[in-house]
């Protein structure tokens, strides 16, 4: 897997790159700014990007900028954001494209390595992670709606799962059930919300997060 | 002649153009848009030549009158302040107006006295005479919506359009008040109802509408009903005078026909209830020119002095008290980080410093245990973080940072338990510390509706118009908000008090609650 890494700060963007490369990962360019960063997206065309959020110059959204822009020129590129905090603004213009392979994390996760790269692995083959903050306020939102109310506990914890970007075997190993259980109770959110079901892991988070989204 | 009468249009047309382009451009006007400017200037005083034009226009134009009245205003214009012509300019169309009134009254009663008001000719045989009502009122109405054009930033229509009892310890209702009923009465007598209604109950009624409208007027506008009050007495008294000394002419000038008048309690028909009526008017005159010192209050008598210093003083009162709220919630603010701080980030790097220490002794001896110390420091560096992200966000959240106001309320409202509309119409962005000041202001209220109000839907809405940023939230809730008790709304008048911004609330019980925020400011062109 080759990855293109956009980072201002040098020590964070070196501990990075030792991070993947300890798990096997190539690390082909590491930028530290965003028009850098938009230069090595289109010429190494990597199978992934880990960008952060604040870029030079403008110090802004710089990242999420030129991370939209290189989803555009190269449609499908996955993406996977970090950022010092999270906003379900960003989450959604990430998302609004609907062509998944999409990450946005808050950077603490990556003190977690085996996590952090299993959510690399699972963007850079087209799934979707979001930030269990993300999905946090978004279920906030819409706790007081009739069909989200309707949930039992399991169910909703089963859900926020599948909303962050897990497959069934990853929930049920989370909650310590079988992945039997856990299809099941997948089964009963999508009838309750009204939801297509799919088999497919990727659409299944996709149509859950349109839903939370609406 | 006509060349001559021309080329003195054209010296008084660039006179005027002349002042007003140097007022325009005065460099503590230069960041406004051109209507705040003009509203600045008075804009009144734009209409003032054509008040005067009109004022010459009516009546005989014989000339010397109509000539000189364009002059008088543009030299009134330039050499009175600001705040005086543009008292006159509407007033003197009111006047104007009330003017038309009477010539209609002698029209009706057959005067044939022929005279010019305005677009139309009155007095026997005059074509289109209605257009001398429809023109009347036209004039009336444009002086009164030019008052209120002007009254948030003329003082004297402030002065005179404020309401009682909104300002602490402002001005008390001045008795003279009163007088204007009776005056408004003797008016609309003078005006002759019976000519207008005939014998017909709408004479009676008129009166009592008039009347009622004065009542309000005490009631609504106890400063302005006295001004009026005094105003009216003096120039009934001139009337009677003149009255009497022109009878058996016409007011003022001479008409082979001369209808009854009522002026007050004299009916003049003859020579000697003329002369009746003209101690009537010397004893109105009189009366009213007595009022004029007791009538005036405080504020009017400060406006007389110098408005440009009651002005500042105002100012200066204004600005060190919303100069001493800033300090203070910045003191306030500034104790509130360090709290957080200490108690949250510092708190636990301390823990961190002390988990990592122990791993240190430990790694030789206990691997496990080590290993178990380390992950914990991992754990603490997370909350730490947290708590950082956290204090971040109160200060200045990161949206607002990275993208302003208009995407900052929009991820506010996606965060809000409540859903909420946002609707922005912006061209650019305002300074950061007034965007901060408006960020939390909306966060506030939307906090206050979840909280308060169990409103199932919230609107935001924010634009920017007339040199000021303007919000308005608006929620279904219950409704009942009161900034005088909550301390939250009036922490928040306060905060945007120090960018002059105000803040008001409409909160019927039973809702819907409606909060508006306007702080003046200009944008920056966004790149």
Known sequence: MRVVIAEDLFLLRDGLTRLLRAHDIEVTAAVGSGPELLKALLEEKPDIAVIDVRLPPTFTDEGL???????????????????????????????????????????????????????????????????????????????????????SPREREVLELMAQGRSNAAIAQRLYVSEKAVSKHSTSIFAKLGLEPSDDDNRRVLAVLAYLNS | MPVLVLCYAVICLAWFLRVLSRRLRRPELRSLSLTDRLRRLELGILLLP??????????????????????????????????????????????????????????????????????????????????VLLQAYLFIAVGLYLLWWTHRTSPWARAVLRRPGRKPGGVSVPRWSLLLVPV??????????????GASWWGPGLTLVAAAAAVVSVIRFPALAADLAFAAFILLGLYGVALSAF????????????PDVRFGVVLVDGRPSAILAGIEGLALLGFGLWLVPRALDDRTRALLRSATDADLAVRVVRLTRTRADAVDGAAAEIRRLERDLHDGAQARLVALGMSLRAAERLIATDQAAAAALVAEARETSVKVLADLRDLVRGI????????????AVRALALDTPLATDVEVDLDGRPDLPVETACYFAVAEVLANAVKHSGARRAYVRIWHSDGALRITVTDDGAGGADPQRGSGLLGLERRLATFDGILAVNSPPGGPTIIAIEVPCALAVSA
């Not at chain 1, 996760?109 to 946090?136: H, M």
Request: net charge neutral; aromatic share 8%.
């Open chain 2, 396 to 407: 200045c959240p990161p949206v607002l940072a990275d993208r302003g106001l208009a995407d």
């Open chain 2, 247 to 258: 009878w058996p002419s016409h007011v003022p000038l001479p008409s082979p026909y001369t």
């Open chain 1, 65 to 151: 900028r030129v991370a939209l822009e290189a989803r555009q020129r190269l449609p499908g590129l996955p993406v996977l954001v970090l950022s010092q905090y999270v906003e379900q603004l960003y989450a959604r213009e990430l998302l609004s494209d609907l062509a998944g392979s999409v990450g946005y994390l808050l950077k603490d996760r990556v003190f977690s390595d085996e996590a952090f790269v299993e959510a690399l692995r699972t963007v850079a083959n087209g799934g979707t992670v979001l930030d269990p903050e993300v999905i946090g306020k978004l279920l906030r939102r819409r706790q007081a709606d009739e069909p989200v109310a309707a949930l």
């Open chain 2, 184 to 197: 408004t009465i003797m008016v609309i007598e003078l005006l002759g109802r019976t000519s207008w209604f």
């Open chain 2, 50 to 131: 054509a008040v005067a034009a009109l004022a010459g226009l009516s009546g005989p134009v014989d000339g010397t009158l109509g000539m000189a009245t364009p002059l008088i205003a543009v030299a009134i214009w330039t050499f009175a302040p600001a705040y005086v012509t543009s008292g006159v300019v509407p007033l003197s169309l009111v006047a104007v107006g009330l003017d038309g009134f009477l010539r209609l009254r002698d029209y009706l009663r057959g005067t044939s006295w022929a005279s010019r008001y305005g677009l139309a000719h009155t007095g026997n045989g005059a074509a289109y005479p209605q257009l």
